[in-house]
């Protein structure tokens, strides 16, 4: 059974980092891209950053550009955002999920590409 454990949310003042991890069972995570996504109250999911297969390339939404850093830890068969600055429209949902494809998309990465989900974690920004 493949799951999928975000965690790392809390609150944070502008300014403040987080470091998020989505921790995998039932699943290899190398062997995947994955995609953390986010929605906010009122809002659609929107995906945030993604890691390709073997690492080859990421993609960060241009908002978080510079901000966020998303990586790949094997051993721990886990994927971290880093975030750093942090702004209060920053806050939301953060999901990971497990894409369709080994690679992320240029322009965006798009939620119907992804099948296995996350329960999500709380962010917060706020002072």
């Known amino acids: 059974q493949v799951q999928l454990v975000e965690s790392g949310g809390g609150l944070v003042q502008p300014g403040g980092s987080l470091r998020l991890s989505c921790t995998a069972s039932?699943?290899?995570?190398?062997?995947?891209?994955i995609g953390w996504f986010r929605q906010a109250p009122g809002k659609e999911r929107e995906g945030v950053s993604c890691?390709?297969?073997?690492?080859?390339?990421?993609y960060y939404k241009d908002s978080v550009k510079d901000r966020f850093t998303i990586s790949r830890d094997s051993v721990r068969n886990t994927v971290y955002l880093q975030m750093n600055s942090l702004k209060p429209e920053d806050t939301a949902v953060y999901y990971c999920?497990?894409?369709?494809?080994?690679?992320?998309?240029?322009?965006?990465?798009?939620?119907?590409?992804?099948?296995?989900w996350g329960q999500g974690t709380q962010v917060t920004v706020s002072s």
């Open positions: 999920a497990t894409s369709l494809l080994t690679r992320c998309g240029v322009a965006n990465i798009r939620t119907r590409d992804f099948v296995s």
């Open positions: 039932g699943i290899t995570l190398d062997y995947y891209a």
């Open positions: 890691i390709s297969v073997n690492d080859r390339d990421t």
